[in-house]
């Protein structure tokens, strides 16, 4: 298996990370679930949130997972362009794929259902142990 094979597949449907974007004076991070289906990243928000309008503002972003293994940490980054969805077929589409939808939203159509996609170009793996990390471009 080769390492963007192994990055890959460290992940899940669903996942909590950490996504940093940019407030325009200073980085701002908050956990997030992530999900990932069928090779694609999402995240989903309200859209009257401080990140929603980070992310139509200035679009870069990376997010970080922690990685556990035998007492000691890794992680996966990401980092890429955020792409807002507005079509609402696809809003719908996404709404689909997202396990907890209806915990906060009651239909795609939810003016404060704000869906992002992550566009991830560049991933770096640090597997946990070691101390360096290796980037693979998506």
Same mark, same amino acid.
């Given at each position: #298996?080769?390492?963007?094979? +192994?990055?890959?597949?460290? @992940?899940?449907?669903?996942?909590?990370?950490?996504? !940093?974007?940019?407030?325009?004076?200073?980085?701002? =991070?908050?956990? #997030?679930? #992530?999900?990932?289906?069928?090779?694609?990243?999402?995240? %989903?928000?309200?859209?009257?949130?401080?990140? &929603? &309008?980070?992310?139509?503002?200035?679009?870069?972003?990376?997010?970080? @997972?922690?990685?556990?293994?035998?007492? %000691?940490?890794?992680?996966?980054?990401?980092?890429?362009?955020?792409?807002?969805?507005?079509?609402?077929?696809?809003? %719908?589409?996404? !709404?689909?794929?997202?396990?907890?939808? &209806?915990?906060?939203?009651?239909?795609?159509?939810?003016?404060?259902?704000?869906? =992002? +996609?992550?566009? =991830?170009?560049?991933? +770096?793996? #640090?597997?946990?142990? +070691?101390?360096?990390?290796?980037?693979?471009? @998506?």
């Amino acid at each position: #298996m080769d390492r963007r094979e +192994e990055a890959l597949g460290l @992940l899940s449907d669903v996942q909590m990370v950490y996504v !940093a974007t940019w407030d325009g004076e200073f980085p701002r =991070v908050r956990p #997030m679930s #992530m999900v990932y289906k069928n090779g694609r990243f999402w995240v %989903c928000t309200g859209s009257n949130d401080a990140k &929603a &309008a980070q992310l139509a503002s200035n679009p870069t972003f990376e997010f970080s @997972l922690l990685l556990e293994g035998d007492g %000691c940490r890794g992680t996966l980054r990401g980092s890429g362009r955020a792409r807002m969805v507005t079509d609402p077929d696809e809003k %719908c589409a996404v !709404a689909g794929i997202v396990p907890f939808f &209806a915990d906060y939203w009651k239909a795609p159509d939810d003016p404060s259902f704000f869906p =992002v +996609e992550l566009q =991830v170009d560049r991933l +770096e793996h #640090m597997r946990p142990g +070691e101390m360096t990390s290796e980037v693979i471009h @998506l």
